[in-house]
Nanobody, 126 residues
């Protein structure tokens, strides 16, 4: 059973920054991929960024390229999402996820992941 715990959400004004962290525990590493997804009210859950733990390869949604950076944290199986130049459209609940299988064909698609954190709210005001 994978347990994912997010931290670091909050409220900022347009142009501000936030840093999200996700720590994974309690599993034999089933997947090489971890990612960040978000869901705003009335919208489907969308992929924001993903990372291959073994290679460090990263993947970003077009809407966040150049503003968000996903990386591995200092502890094993910890990932970080640095969010800069935040916009009101970034307002959502952000979820950390671990992949369904070792290899993930399309890392930004939610159905490729089956372990999810509880989510953390990010609010960007204009």
């Amino acid at each position: 059973q994978v347990r994912l715990v997010e931290s670091g959400g909050g409220s900022v004004q347009t142009g501000g920054s936030l840093r999200l962290s996700c720590a994974a525990a309690g599993f034999a590493y089933r997947s090489d991929y971890m990612g960040w997804f978000r869901q705003a009210p009335g919208h489907e859950r969308e992929g924001v960024a993903a990372i291959s733990i073994s290679s460090g390869d990263t993947y970003y949604a077009d809407s966040v390229k150049g503003r968000f950076t996903i990386s591995q944290g200092n502890s094993e199986r910890t990932i970080v999402l640095q969010m800069d130049s935040l916009k009101p459209d970034d307002t959502a609940i952000y979820y950390c996820a671990a992949g369904r299988y070792w290899s993930v064909l399309r890392p930004l698609e939610a159905h490729q992941y089956n372990d999810w954190g509880q989510g953390t709210q990010v609010t960007v005001s204009s």
